[in-house]
């Protein structure tokens, strides 16, 4: 019973193990992640309540593009 049990561990964990190293590899998911973070980091630079307006409001139509860029290329919203 508990050898089973072992066994059923380790095959759901070689498994988990496999997803997350092919999803690690494949170079589609590392350029939407590098875009997530572009976005993130447009996002958080707007909302500098030091910068001026016109700044920020040009900051924020930047971010807006780069979502919509990011939606048009991969089918959803980052």
Do not use: H
Request: with cysteine; proline share 4%; glycine share 6%.
């Amino acid at each position: 019973m508990k050898t089973t049990f072992l066994v059923i561990v380790g095959i759901f964990a070689a498994v988990i193990l496999f997803g997350l190293a092919s999803r690690a590899s494949d170079p589609l998911t590392a350029e939407k992640d590098s875009a997530r973070r572009a976005i993130d980091s447009c996002d958080k630079g707007w909302k500098d309540d030091l910068l001026p307006a016109n700044a920020r409001l040009m900051m924020r139509n930047t971010c807006d593009q780069m979502r919509n860029e990011y939606t048009t290329k991969y089918g959803r919203a980052p």
